[in-house]
């Protein structure tokens, strides 16, 4: 199995994208890339421990490539949004692919120029790509948050603006 980290805005909407592909063994929500051990949402939320939300994607890669699960990914958020995701600002909700290796790097970097030539995006994607470091689950209560109150969760993608800004760019 292969490990893809993915930082994207809220992790309760890149979670759902991912359990309908075969290969993916898992998506779960935590923090990334900070310098706090074993941070709390609340502690992220401050935007002092340097962490991300993300998530972390175990996939088996015979079956889905890295490079797909970073195309599903470019198709969750916005990543030419360098500050944030929709009303959701600050470091704790920037965007970053964190590489487990060098050919994840190599493959995002790469996938990132073919997005900008196709100018999908009005801007230039700013997501950066960065060296993973590290990952914490986030509470049990963010975990497949879309299942344990769909309601909050199609609500929050609409009123966040993620899902207009996802059909406008990609389509329904």
Not at 3 to 18: D, E, R, S
Not at 46 to 67: C, K, L, M, P, W
Not at 151 to 171: C, D, L, P
Request: hydrophobic share 30%; net charge negative.
């Amino acid at each position: 199995m292969t490990k893809a980290t993915l930082a994207g805005g809220c992790f309760w909407c890149l979670v759902k994208p991912f359990h309908q592909y075969d290969g993916v063994e898992s998506v779960i929500s935590g923090y990334s890339g900070g310098h706090v051990e074993n941070p709390t949402y609340k502690e992220v939320c401050t935007n002092t421990t340097g962490h991300r939300e993300a998530v972390q994607i175990t996939f088996d890669e015979s079956v889905i490539s890295y490079r797909e699960v970073l195309e599903v990914f470019f198709k969750t958020f916005d990543p030419t949004d360098a500050k944030g995701q929709f009303y959701d600002r600050g470091e704790s909700y920037e965007p970053a692919i964190f590489y487990h290796d060098e050919e994840q790097k190599q493959i995002a970097e790469e996938l990132i120029a073919e997005l900008d030539a196709k100018q999908i995006f009005s801007d230039k994607i700013v997501t950066p790509v960065l060296p993973y470091k590290n990952f914490y689950p986030a509470e049990e209560y963010h975990q497949d948050y879309y299942k344990k109150d769909p309601a909050h969760y199609q609500n929050f993608q609409e009123r966040s603006g993620r899902k207009a800004f996802i059909e406008k760019h990609w389509g329904e």
